[in-house]
């Protein structure tokens, strides 16, 4: 087929998807089928959102990713990983490189509000590239990006590596305790110290003053030491207290007078013990 008619039938069937709402698992599947290789969606935690079905080995980096849902941090450490993430972070469009495995990539970028907040990454597994691929996966990344604007959680993240990694927690969604005691390390949270989850209430909050984003960027100004992100009407925080007597020592005063000036809820847990079950403290 004529490399223009296919690339028109493309952009029709998925503009038809995204027209009927179809979801990021059904455009991946178009994607699939157009470009004839596997596809990956991830996000810049490296949890994978959608994939394509493909059930040949492809390499090492590439089945533990699809397995384990993540990126180990032993693979996100290496020299290779953060070359490759440089490359493609540093493109204004779809290139491609050399993966993990050796094996040839396409990767994009899908951005909202100038923010990155995920990757699709296509590997040759069962073709080699050809013309016109890098231009399909960049028309991939538009349709994808249109669709993230329309969720709540990516329209408020900061783009950081460990926002839907927290989210996954407070859903208790990871069953892999060794992933989530691997993950939580690489927060640069003392977890040999008091850790708890700090909620602040939103509902009643008015966007009209200030934008969540905003307000959340505030809390983090006084309250420095955090990880934070937008879940359910709710400020969500993992804070350390590594002195064990008072957990906001001096912030208390400064945080007391801004939740009372926002009309703003606070709720604190207890001491976090077991963080495979994070959805415990944040219910308390």
Known sequence: ?????????????????LIHG????HIINIGFKLLGNPIVFNDTSSK????????????????????????SNNAMY?????KISEKVDRSSSPIMIKGMDDNNMITGKVIIDNIVIGYIIVTDAERPFKDG???????????IETIMKNDKFYKYTKGTVYE???????????KDNELIMDKMRSLNLDLNSEVYILTFDVKQYSNKKLPLTYLRHKISEIITQNKSLVYNDYIVLLINNPTKVDILGSQYETMRKFLKKNNLYAGLSQSIKDFTNLKYYYNQ
């Open 1 to 17: 087929m004529n490399m223009d008619v296919e690339f028109l039938l493309y952009k029709e069937e998925l503009l038809d998807a």
């Open 22 to 25: 179809k979801g990021i698992q």
């Open 133 to 143: 691929d890098i231009e399909l996966v960049s028309l991939l990344c538009d349709v």
């Open 78 to 82: 290496t020299a290779k990983f953060k």
């Open 164 to 174: 839907s990694f927290f989210k996954d927690l407070l859903e208790n969604s990871i």
């Open 48 to 71: 994978i959102i959608a994939n394509s079905s493909y059930d040949k080995p492809v390499g090492h980096y590439w089945d533990e990713h699809i397995k384990k849902g993540y990126f």
